[in-house]
């Protein structure tokens, strides 16, 4: 009966998850389909920073979920979002809510989960592992050894402390396995840490025993070696995407698009890079330039928090220009005469104080005083902040003036000139001569798709920034 009642203070208090089916009928459905999804031109999925699904490694976004969505995406027409989610104890209540598309984070399908969510045909398949630390000298000791001081089943770990997540699949396994055991293995369970957050503590003593999906744990054990992960828990499980209940073709395309792609030569090389070319895949993640393990984004991150406080930025936005500026490449010149990290024209550079264009600090500096000044214009007419960046983002790659004939342009044909959707229509209508002809058009003609590209670009390498690095 105790254990009961715990067990019932422990449900009402948990904030996400699978919560019983009465409480989720209650709630309207959110409904977003195929359809839905090509008109946006977004397509968002849900998924986990970590080494497998997402991360950011020399200012790129990478992973092998990430990889393929990617693909995926490009496939619908469509851009791709990502959301990282921070607790994945309640992915799936942000999915049900219409936060997101598809949950993209090695989830495994289950039983539970599938009352709740429908899953794509398998992108992988893998088995649950336990993943406990070698002894104290292990690297010097016979294997048979070795042996005899590890657990070997899920029944050797009674009177045993086991950590894992209560939404993960890992869970239900011990569960059910405790039943026949008297309940005598501790099921410890951990909020808003991942499966390779408890691994990590697994290998540095902090805990004795936590349980992982074996593609996680392999990779894993080329960062901790000292960390056995031989001692199988499970059969094989399908490890899938997932949609609401209530998108049936986005649920169809994503499945008709996998049948094709996994068979490709273009999924196999995805799939080595990640999960068979470990030796190369442990530099990216143990890199100082790696939101996993360095947690940098450059070799300029210093400059860029000092800098951004001139202008009231996030300096994860200046690291995102300078990503599409020259990629952190200090030496980085462009047929146009425009150099160094920011890309500032010697002129420009030289007016905002440089007196090295190649010199990092300089160059960072002048192109910071340049965006002060062009924020400068933008600032009395464009109030919301965010439509403020697009402006001030197309504007230094452009120029000011090009972003005004659009403006223009916009109030002649009776539309909204401080909105970035209608300005960023009017630059590329700039591409065209009765347009870059007109009468109220300044400047001439510009290759306005540039500029477009430009802020989403930025705007994107500044998402999965904010998304890796958080509030660093």
Sequence with gaps: MIRFLIFLIAFSLAGCGLKNKKARVEQAPFCRDL?????????VALTDVSS????????????????????FAKELGVQLEIKAVEDLDCIVDMLEQGEGDLIAANYTVTPERQELINFSQPILQTHQVLVQRLPTGWYSMPKA??????????ENLVGKTVYVRYESSYYPLLAEANIPLNHQINIETVSKLTTEQLIEQVAKGEIEYTVADENIARLNKA?????????????EQDVAWAARQSSHELLDSLNTWLTEFKAS???????????????????????????????????????????????????????????????FNPNAQAASGASGLMQLIPNTAAHFGAD????????????????????????????????????????YNVGLGHVQDAQRLAIKYGQDANQWPIIAHYLEMLMQPE??????????????????????????????????????
Excluded at 35 to 43: N, T
Excluded at 444 to 462: I, K, M, N
């Design 52 to 71: 497998t699904s997402y991360f950011v490694y020399q200012g790129a976004a990478v992973g092998f979920e990430y990889d393929l969505l990617k693909r």
């Design 223 to 235: 960062y901790f070696p000292n960390i056995d992960i031989n001692t199988k828990l499970s059969e």
């Design 145 to 154: 050894s070795i042996d005899t001081m590890l657990v070997k089943s899920i």
């Design 356 to 395: 090295s264009v190649l010199d990092p600090e300089q160059n960072i500096q002048a192109g910071v005083s340049y965006i002060a000044a062009v924020m400068e214009h933008w600032e009395e007419s464009i109030a919301d902040s965010a439509m403020r960046i697009r402006f001030v983002l197309a504007s």
């Design 265 to 327: 030569k273009s999924f196999a090389m995805i799939h080595m890079k990640y999960f068979q070319a470990r030796t190369q895949h442990k530099k990216r993640v143990m890199s100082k330039f790696s939101s996993l393990k360095g947690g940098g984004i450059s070799a300029y991150d210093d400059i860029l928090r000092r800098e951004s406080k001139r202008i009231g930025w996030d300096w994860k936005l200046l690291a995102a220009m300078i990503k599409k500026e020259s990629n």
């Design 435 to 472: 347009f870059y002809n007109d009468e109220v058009v300044k400047y001439g003609y510009c290759r306005g798709t540039d500029p477009v590209h430009y802020v989403l670009a930025v705007e994107t390498y500044w998402t999965h920034y904010r998304n890796t690095f958080g509030g660093t």
């Design 35 to 43: 359809d839905e999804i090509i008109a946006s031109g977004k397509l």
